[in-house]
Structures are given as C-alpha cells and as structure tokens.
C-alpha cells in the first residue's frame, strides 16, 4: 500500500445470524420471528459459498465472514491502513413483501451496527439500511439514525420496485440532505422484478454480471427524473457497481439527451456534467482491461480524477492480497481516490463524531 | 442524430464512397399490404382481437416517441403512406445519395413477439414474402432478414429452413427483448437452424417480451427506454455468452443491432472478470466470454456514441476490433446516423473501408 491511510468506502460485516438481531428488535417482532419461525435474511445476490462473496483467506472455518470485529480489523481495517471505513450490511431486509416487518429488521440492523461495530471502533462508519417498500417509514428511519454522526450514507439497492428516480423516492432524497448524508447506492436487488428486460437468468454469473446494467438504468433514472435539480446538494455513490462502464453509458445518455431533452427540459445541463458534480463510483471491482495501460486509457475517458472512491469491498473476492489499486495509477490520483475524494464525497465524515 | 434536412438530396452519389446499410426499416403502407399472404382466418383474428403482444396498449407505444412514427419528418413518401413505405423515395432520398450499395432489411412490427404462436408464426411468415416481392425483388441492393416468431422455437426454426438458402435474404432478425434471455435452451432449435442455414442472427432493440424494460421496474420516459436498450441487450447478449451457445454451435454468428456498442469493451471486462471468479457454475464454457465475443459478435453503428472527446472512441473500436463494426443508419427514423457526419476521426483508409462496407460484405457474404 501507499503512505496513505485511506478511506475505504465499501465493506461487507455479516449479521451474524438472526439470533444476533434479536435483542435489538422490539419485543413484538422478538416475537414474531419465533412465532412463525422466520428465516434468516439471506439474498441470493450473495450465495454464501460462492467464491466471489468471500476471498478464500478471508473465509473462517466456522462461521461467516466479516462477522465479528475481530475479523474486520485482522482482515481488513488493518492490512489496508484504513483510517475509515463505512460499513454496508447486505441483509434481505429490502426484499421482505410487508413494510412494517421490513422497518422492524431495518432498525434493528442499524441499532446492531451501531452497538456492536461503530461502539467499538472509532474507525468504523456506516449506512442506514433502510425499508424502501415505504417511503415514509424509510424517511423515519433516516431521521432516527442521522442524530448519530457515525451514520454517513443511505443504503439502496440497484434493483427494486421502481426505478430510482421515480417521485415517490424523493423524501428520502431531501432526508438525505436535509442531514449531509449521501445516497450509497449498492449491487443487488429485491428480486420484485426481474434481473433482465427478458426475465430471471439461468446462472448466478449472469446476475452478477446484470449489476452493472442495473447502476446504469438507475442512473438514467436519477438523472432524467430530476433529482440532481431538485436536491443539487446530493451525492450518489455507486456502491459495487464496476464504474468502466461509465464513460460509454454516458456517452449515450449524453447523446439522447441532446435529441430528447424536449421530453425531460428541466434537465438543463448535459448528463455527464450531472454526475461529474454529483455522482461518484467505489473503486472495486474494477472491470478493466488486462493491461494497466488500457486501464488508464479509461481512466481518461472519465474525464475527472474526482469521481473515484478507494474500496476494498471486503470480504468480497475482488483482488488478491493487498492490491486494491490497480497498478500503474499515478501517484496524484491514488491519494484523490484514497483520500480526497472520499472525503470530499462524504459531508459527515469530517463532522466529529463525539 | 437530430433530424437531417438536406438542402440538396441531389449530391452525387459518385462523390461519396460506397456504403453498407445494415439498419434500414422498410414498413407496409397498411395492414392490406400482407394480405397477399395472409389465410383469411388470420386476417379476420388480426382485425378482431388485434396483434396480443406482450404489451398494454392496442397500438401504438406507452413511451411516445419524440415525432411521429419515430421517424424523421422529411421521410414522409411524396406520394403518401408513411414513412419507409415507398421504395422509389427511400432510394431517392437515401440509397442513391449516400451510395449504399447493400441495405440490410429489418422490417419492425412484423409478427414478431405475438403472443399467440399461429399468428406470430404466420404474419412473419407474410412479412418475408413481402420483403421479398416488394423490396429485394425490385432492388438488388437490399437483402431481407428471416423475421421469425422467437419465442415460438419450432415455427422459427421451420421459418429458417423455409427460406435457407435463398438469395435475398442474409440474417435471422430477433428482438431484443425476449419472453426469456437470449441464450436460454428455449431458443435453442433457432440458433441450431442459423447455424446450419449459415445466416447470422441479428438482435435488433426492442420488443415486448413482457418483463419491465429495467431490473428495477417501468422508467418514465421513452429517452429511458431508448437509453435501456443498451442495458437489455448488454443482458441478452450476456445470456448468449454465459449459456454457451457458441460452444455448441461453433458456426453461430450474432449481430446486435441498434443498441450502439461502445458498452462492449466494458462489458467483456465485467465478464471475463465474473467468469474467472465464477467458473466453477459454468463449466460448459472453454473459454473466457470475452474471447467468444471476439469470435462470434458484430455490432451495427446506430446509435452511434459521442464522447465529448470524440478520439475516445478509438480507443473502444481498437478494444473492440475494427472488423467488428457494421455501418447502419437506421433509416428512417429519427435517431439516423449521417454516413458523411458520423466519423470524423483521422483513421486510416483500410479502417474505413472496414467500418462502411468491408466488414458488411465479409460477414453476409455479399459482394457489392
């Protein structure tokens, strides 16, 4: 790694089990999940077993991974140098039909992040997971945790009931900034609709790999519907997203836009312009071409050294050791990627925290 | 990509360079134009109960389009009917002008995605008669498109079998958007009758295979849907790649069509990189996606994507390979790529050449 302690912008703690969240729910729900015998939250976005949603070095022997402090801070906060990192629970609470039941489990994965993680470790910031299924009660939730600044972001999937731009999202959009949060945008999906525009996939790469096609209808969506006009004071962040695709989707928005502005004419600046002032992208995985020169090639094509933030994605297997960065960036853009940009990216991240 | 209006439609078609077309949408002046070849019954079904796509409005899109039949304002025929209904105008104000010595057809709203299968399969069946009589018969610069009932496997692959071989017609036209994803063992039998016929199959953007145009549910705007195709057909094309159909049928080549390409670099890295993790679930596979796609995928132009920094996309044609682009201009809608304004990029003559019309040639096997 390099002299900076960066800020890692997307990893992975496990909820332990549904057990852990117990004492963290109201007695009521305690209640429910005996009752009727509920299920741990498990979405097949991320297949336990599957070699991409834990590296082979970072997979205990029992238990799962990312599941304790311990881990986090021997596999990741450590061997990295982070001097942060925020903290995104990938648990099916957005894919639950009933709201309540969704903001139920929503609030007590929050109230165990916060407990569990960030009360114990000062490096340590996170997302609000939020029951997108309403509106008003995901804007209760953003209300309840922002009092705590550790919380820095608002968790969303990349596919859910309807695209994100849609009007019926936009309180959570002034929550947001109404606090400083930004909007973590991250890989996966409720599975209300299916993963392609022909239907459900046969096989889990294909799911995967439909990811990044889902950041980009979402950020179509967002753009298109208004919402940088509306709140020009927030940042979205494409969590997991791959970002090499960026460039070529922007040149056809781009394009669209200048034929079709007529439909959408509150939309007055160019699409690239929009996400060039508030979009940012995670830096892993990065789907780049094999060779570092390539690499760069695309680099350029982004057209600014601010729109990457340095994540490790752990404990998802993304890159080997260490070697987060790909090789070969120069030295300016690494610390903008590590530090700047993240910084610059997350309005509370500078807030103290006591 | 704006509407063009040419001052002199008269440029000489000798001061331009020879072109291939590989988008052109010929339409009917009416329903009474496939009637010819349509059984009575069919007729009286189509015009009692209507097409039963899987879409909610009778006619017509719930997106749209930005004018009228998405198609430019100065394509209206002189002697009426709409637009891309008159063969004597497309030739005056397209084919000659901008020297296209072949013109690929691909007639849209043509029987295809009905979901009844009888019908499906009997109004293609009319469209291929009629691009015949109408069209390639009267102009030797056209070539036709197999239309087939995709998600009717059977009737389709009979379809091919029907016209292989015949000297009109190039391709296997599919939409984009299929009841199910591309690759799956339901299109199988399709892509098995292509193969052995020889013709490519081409995907061309849109459809109504029913699922919402996003993972994420119906966008509001037809600009997000013109955008999408770009989504769902990078899917399409993923399912294909991660089914394994080039394995099985080695001679298979795919064109995607109209849903621009500048996504394909990226993607085949997303690919390659999910695959090398993932392989594990996709042991058909023999080698990485990236490298089929290298093998079996062409891409027609329209759309074409502008950078701001138009020499960026040098960059994605080396990635891609130049001899994997189709010049297309999707005439005559509204979104048409000029051939004299399209790439103005310093490249070199045996690019050129390549991009509008050698690599046509190559891939359909025609010598114009």
Redo the contacts between chains.
């Keep these: 790694m390099t002299a900076f302690a960066p800020i890692d912008c997307d990893i992975h703690p496990s909820i332990p089990g549904l057990v852990a969240l117990l004492p963290h729910m109201e007695e009521h729900w305690r209640e429910i999940v005996q009752l009727r015998g509920i299920d741990e939250l498990n979405s097949i976005s991320y297949p336990a077993r ?3 949603t834990a590296r082979p070095d970072w997979r205990p022997k029992t238990g799962k991974p990312a599941a304790t402090l311990e881990q986090i801070q021997r596999e990741c906060l450590d061997p990295f140098g982070s001097a942060l990192a925020i903290c995104h629970c990938l648990y099916g609470v957005q894919l639950l039909f009933s709201e309540d039941m969704a903001a139920a489990f929503a609030r007590a994965v929050n109230n165990w992040v916060a407990k569990e993680l960030l009360d114990r470790e000062p490096r340590l910031r996170a997302s609000i997971v939020v029951p997108t299924q309403n509106v008003e009660l995901a804007v209760d939730e953003i209300e309840r945790c922002a009092r705590d600044p550790r919380f820095v972001q608002v968790l969303l999937l ?9 009007r019926v999202y936009w309180p959570i959009y002034a929550a947001a900034e109404r606090h400083r949060l930004a909007i973590g945008i991250h890989a996966g ?1 409720n599975y ?15 799911d ?3 990811q ?3 950041f ?3 950020l ?2 967002l753009i ?2 208004g919402v940088f006009n509306r709140y020009p004071e927030l940042m979205v962040v494409l969590l997991e997203s ?1 970002w ?2 960026l ?3 922007l ?10 502005r ?3 004419p509150w939309v007055d600046r160019a699409p ?1 312009d929009i996400v060039r002032s508030n979009v940012r992208l995670s830096l892993q ?1 990065t ?3 094999p060779d570092s020169a ?1 690499l760069q ?2 680099i ?2 982004l ?1 600014s050294d601010e729109l990457l933030l340095f994540s490790t994605d752990y404990p998802h ?1 993304q890159f080997e050791g260490t070697n987060a960065l790909p090789p070969g960036l120069p030295q300016s853009l690494v610390r903008k990627i590590m530090v700047d940009n993240p910084r610059a990216t997350y309005a509370r991240l500078l807030e103290p925290v006591q | ?2 509407v063009q209006l040419r001052s002199d439609p008269a440029v000489s078609a000798a001061s331009r360079v020879a072109i291939a077309d590989c988008d052109i949408h010929p339409a009917t002046r009416g329903a009474a134009d496939l009637h010819p070849w349509l059984s009575q019954s069919v007729r009286e079904q189509l015009e009692t109960f209507g097409q039963r796509r899987r879409l909610g409005m009778e006619a017509g899109p719930a997106y749209p389009k ?1 004018q009228p039949n998405a198609s430019r304002r100065d394509a209206l025929p002189p002697e009426g009917g709409r637009q891309g209904s008159s063969l004597s105008f497309m030739q005056a104000q397209h084919l000659d002008p901008n020297n296209v010595v072949l013109g690929i057809l691909n007639p849209l709203n043509s029987g295809q995605g009905l979901a009844n299968p009888e019908l499906s399969a009997a109004v293609c069946r009319a469209v291929n008669e009629w691009q015949v009589a109408e069209w390639t018969g009267k102009d030797r610069r056209l070539k036709a498109s197999v239309v087939v009932p995709y998600d009717h496997a059977e009737a389709s692959a009979a379809e091919i079998r029907h016209w292989a071989g015949h000297p009109d017609f190039v391709q296997v036209l599919f939409l ?9 063992r339901r299109y199988w039998p399709i892509y098995e009758a292509a193969a052995e016929a020889g013709l490519p199959v081409s995907v061309h953007a849109f459809g109504y ?16 849907e ?3 195709h ?3 057909c ?3 094309l ?2 294909m790649l ?2 394994g159909i080039f394995e099985r049928f080695p001679r298979l080549r795919v064109v995607m069509v109209e849903a ?1 390409f ?2 394909a ?3 085949a ?3 390659d ?3 090398r ?2 392989r ?3 042991p058909h596979l023999k080698q990485a996606p990236s490298e089929y796609m290298r093998q079996h995928v062409w891409w027609t132009t329209q ?1 074409m ?5 138009r020499e ?1 996309l040098l ?2 044609i080396g ?1 891609m390979g130049w001899d994997r682009l189709l010049f297309a201009t999707d005439y005559p809608h ?2 048409f790529d000029d051939p004299a304004h399209v790439l103005p990029l310093r490249i070199t003559e045996a690019q050129r050449s390549s991009f509008f019309l050698n690599n046509a040639r190559a891939l359909y096997g025609v010598d114009a």
């Design positions: 599957s070699p991409l990349a596919s859910g009931d309807q695209p994100l731009g849609k999906s209300h609709n299916p993963p392609t525009a022909s239907g459900w996939p046969t096989y889990y790469t294909e995967y790999t439909a990044a096609q889902a980009q209808t979402q179509t969506s298109c519907e791959g090499t695709w460039p070529a989707h040149w056809r928005l781009t394009k669209y836009w200048r034929g079709l007529m439909e959408i690239s995985p789907d780049g071409p390539g090639r695309v350029e094509h057209q297997w | 990509m704006n930005s984009s958007r299929t009841a199910e994803p591309l690759g799956n295979g029913g699922a919402p145009i996003t993972s994420t549910g119906w966008p509001s705007y037809y600009i997000e013109m955008t999408g770009a989504q769902s990078q899917a399409g993923t399912s991660v089914e621009g500048a996504w670099p990226s993607l890295w997303r690919l990189k999910t695959w993790t993932l594990a679930e996709t759309p994507e502008e950078p701001e920094t960026h960059d994605t990635w509204w979104d």
